[in-house]
């Protein structure tokens, strides 16, 4: 027990004031990873998890629906929907997150105490981006799971019941049968179905990142959702768009260059389509997979930097 | 001695409204300094620029004219930042959020991590006395505990510098006595407190200095008891005083040439009296 003695409060000199703190890092992926993960938690305590739940129940519905078909035909229908509805989850989930979570930000000061503690904007924004990424990357391979588990136990249904009927059947020869057992496995579950879930993972990132960039001027969720959707519907007619707007050759040069600046600003979704063809059972273009991966890296880093160029110097 | 914990020069804000030259002057050539130590009060009514300037010395807004600096660094520096905590005016944090967790969030935006974090928020819980709802989503706190929380958070990286906007409006009367203890808490064990505030009663007593805005302005500004004097003036407080006493002194001063008695009662709300004298001067200089 030390007693020390003390003086009254009322004539204690005030403390010293504090010494200064250690120094903060000029870039950290530690916040930015704080943010994301905050986002994460955020989208998963607002229950979007429930619609995997509702997707197990679509797939799991249309997998055992009897529909008089062949079952190389059926197969192909399961992965039509489940693979569908992945890809607008994706990109709707991308649209919709950004453009909720960021004004919403905005609008309660939230975003007041987060830039008030040492954290750099850009590392707001790449943690936001982040945190719906993970959410729409986490939702795609789960879904990706369900569907493959449902997809597997159709096809190996199917192939077992085709392999029994033919031999009982004793008309076909080995190589028949195999060719048959063949063509069902072929629109069956197969490792290519990955780069499709992939191509939609990568749409949905650019859509996410065009949506950052509307947000961080945008006064409103609802105007940034409706013109996200608008520049999705536009970037897949992208090269309709594009022949129409440059054929317009009688403009100045002026419009001509504003014509091509907002061709490059609207990303061509288009691209990324070759995935339902991979769905159907087409072999996959290692060199569109590469250019699917390249320009989305390009759009992210360009519409992040101008995001940056916008929010660097906005007031709240 | 220690630089300025906040330094104010020349500031000058303007926002323009729309597309036509509207313009609105919320902060107008403002000067002035906050000592590390110190707990300052920047008073004003509501729209007098206080946010404003806050914001700016935070580096959420940048200055039309003139400077803000937080410790020698400029405002929006990210060094100046580690040493700010900040409190909005009606804050909001994530509602999803625990009161532990919110103080984690912003811990670990700060670069706290392990078992240092886990001390300090639990040193913070038991400061603004929220350790038994700890657990419970930010959803249901009262406006009390969320200041309380938010007063919580803004010391989690242990700032030297504490900015409070509004600390204590639209909370009741206990949980802006809760408050106010705290701030004192914070000046006691040297923390510097820069706040704001359009509730005279409620800061005059916890302020070291307080400056007075208006329109963006600067009014005046000194310590408390500077402000309340008024040099032709002199009040009395007096214990235990018969009527006989103060029959005898209105009679003196009734005898006595010059002196005039202009009011009696209590001595704390001279501030406020002060400052509605400069409103409603300022008012009357404008029609
Ligand atoms: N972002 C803004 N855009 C336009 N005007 C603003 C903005 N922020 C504040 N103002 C105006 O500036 C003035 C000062 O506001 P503020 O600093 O919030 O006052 P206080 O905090 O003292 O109540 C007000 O007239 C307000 O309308
Ligand atoms: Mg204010």
Redesign the interface.
């Known amino acids: 027990m030390s007693e020390t003695p003390t003086t009254p409060a009322e004539s204690t000199p005030r403390t010293t004031p504090r010494a200064a703190g250690k120094s903060v890092p000029i870039f950290s992926i530690g916040r930015v990873h704080t943010i994301a993960s905050s986002t994460v938690t955020q989208l998963v305590r607002m229950k979007t998890f429930y619609f995997l739940l509702a997707f197990a129940l679509v797939v799991v519905a249309v997998g055992n629906f009897n529909i008089p078909a062949t079952p190389a035909k059926e197969l192909s229908m399961i992965k039509k929907v489940a693979f569908g509805t992945m890809d607008i989850f994706a990109w709707l989930f991308a649209i919709v997150a950004t453009a909720l979570l960021i004004p919403k930000d905005v609008e309660d000061r939230t975003l007041y105490t987060i830039l008030a503690k040492p954290v750099r904007r850009i590392e707001y924004l790449l943690g936001k981006l982040g945190g719906v990424l993970a959410v729409i990357a986490i939702s795609l391979v789960a879904m990706y799971a369900i569907c493959a588990a449902v997809i597997f136990s159709r096809e190996s249904l199917f192939v077992s019941a085709e392999y029994q009927s033919m031999v009982a059947s004793g008309q076909y020869t080995g190589a028949e049968i195999e060719e048959q057992l063949s063509l069902i496995r072929s629109q069956g579950l197969r490792a290519e179905l990955g780069i499709a879930v992939l191509a939609s993972f990568f749409k949905a990132a650019v859509v996410a990142v065009v949506t950052i960039f509307l947000s961080t001027f945008a006064s409103s969720s609802l105007f940034t959702i409706i013109v996200s959707v608008l520049l999705f519907l536009i970037g897949h007619a992208h090269h309709m768009a594009s022949s129409f707007w440059l054929d317009e050759s009688g403009n100045s040069v002026l419009v001509q260059m504003l014509v091509k600046v907002v061709k490059v600003l609207i990303p061509n979704y288009q691209l990324f389509s070759f995935s339902e063809g991979i769905v159907q059972g087409e072999a996959v273009v290692a060199a569109l997979v590469w250019q699917m991966g390249g320009l989305t890296s390009g759009y992210l880093i360009v519409f992040l930097l101008l995001s940056l160029l916008v929010f660097v110097d906005k007031e709240f | 001695m220690?630089e300025p914990?906040v330094e104010v020069k020349n500031l000058t804000k303007v926002f323009s409204l729309g597309l036509r030259k509207e313009y609105v002057v919320a902060v107008d050539n403002l000067s002035f300094e906050v000592k590390?130590?110190e707990v300052y009060g920047l008073i004003g009514p509501n729209g007098s620029g206080k946010s404003t300037t806050m914001?700016v010395v935070?580096g959420?807004?940048?200055a039309s004219k003139g400077s803000a600096k937080v410790?020698g660094l400029d405002s929006g520096d990210?060094?100046a930042?580690?040493?700010?905590g900040?409190?909005?005016?009606?804050?909001?944090?994530?509602k999803?959020?625990s009161g532990a967790e919110t103080l984690r969030?912003?811990g670990?935006?700060?670069?706290l991590?392990g078992a240092a974090l886990k001390d300090r928020i639990g040193e913070l819980l038991k400061l603004v006395d929220l350790e038994g709802a700890a657990n419970r989503r930010l959803a249901g706190y009262s406006k009390g505990m969320l200041q309380r929380i938010?007063l919580a958070?803004?010391l989690i990286?242990?700032?030297?510098l504490v900015i409070l906007d509004e600390p204590t409006a639209g909370v009741d009367p206990v949980g802006s006595r809760q408050i106010r203890d705290l701030i004192m808490r914070l000046?006691?064990?040297?923390?510097?407190v820069f706040l704001c505030s359009h509730l005279l009663e409620q800061v005059q007593e916890v302020c070291d200095r307080v400056g007075i805005i208006f329109k963006g302005r600067m009014r005046r500004e000194g310590t408390l008891d500077e402000l309340i004097e008024i040099e032709n003036q002199t009040s009395m407080t007096i214990e235990n005083a018969t009527p006989e006493l103060i029959a005898g002194i209105h009679e003196l001063i009734r005898s006595s040439k010059g002196a005039r008695l202009i009011e009696e009662g209590h001595s704390r709300t001279s501030l406020e009296h002060l400052f509605i004298q400069i409103a409603e001067r300022n008012r009357e200089g404008e029609s």
């Not at chain 2, 930042?81 to 700010?84: A, G, K, T, V």
């Open positions: 220690s914990a590390a130590g914001k935070l959420l807004m940048a410790f990210i060094r930042r580690n040493e700010i900040f409190l909005p005016e009606n804050p909001y944090f994530y999803h959020l969030f912003y670990k935006l700060c670069g991590k938010g958070q803004s990286q242990n700032p030297r000046r006691d064990e040297g923390y510097t």
